[in-house]
């Protein structure tokens, strides 16, 4: 009798190691924390930049598309900062309101637009992000181009960016 009940445990036992597979030893994927879309996720200070993207069509200029979320008290002046196709810096600055998320790229607010990049699609291109006194960081952000539908649309609706001229030299 206590061998028939021994033989039942072990026996039950390896039907339960063997039903579970090897969800022993494998890590689960849901705890690993990934950018599930094409775009990368950054998070600088308090504001958790989302799914950043560029998106071109010819190489020279490109249209940032991202979610900017500040759950903050206060407004932050984001800036965003690259390195143009002769290699000089250059810096836009975003007003992100206090306590909201914005989707550049979406419904209500355009793209940004990115002049002169110099980076094609396929590659990456070196992004800063950085607001106030919270420590910035450069994010190698990827640069796509329109084939896709909704990056098509995202792409006709950046408006057009005329550089600002600089003084000479001379």
Given at each position: ?170
């Amino acid at each position: 009798m206590k061998a028939r009940f021994a033989a039942s445990i072990a026996l039950a036992a390896g039907i339960a190691i063997g039903a579970s597979g090897c969800t022993f030893i494998t890590p689960q994927a849901t705890t690993e924390h990934y950018a599930a879309s094409d775009g990368i996720n950054a998070d600088i200070g308090s504001v958790h930049v989302r799914n950043a993207l560029l998106l071109t069509d010819d190489g020279e200029s490109a249209a940032l598309a991202m979610t900017v979320t500040n759950p903050t008290d206060a407004d932050v002046d984001l800036a965003v900062q690259y390195e143009d196709a002769t290699g000089e810096r250059v810096t836009q600055t975003l007003l992100i309101p206090a306590g909201t998320s914005i989707v550049f790229g979406g419904a209500d607010e355009p793209a940004l637009p990115i002049a002169d990049l110099g980076v094609a699609a396929g590659d990456f291109s070196a992004l800063y992000f950085q607001y106030g006194t919270a420590e910035g960081g450069e994010h190698l952000v990827p640069v796509l181009d329109g084939a896709l539908p909704e990056y098509a649309a995202v792409l006709e609706a950046v408006p057009e960016q005329t550089p600002e001229p600089t003084a000479d030299a001379d």
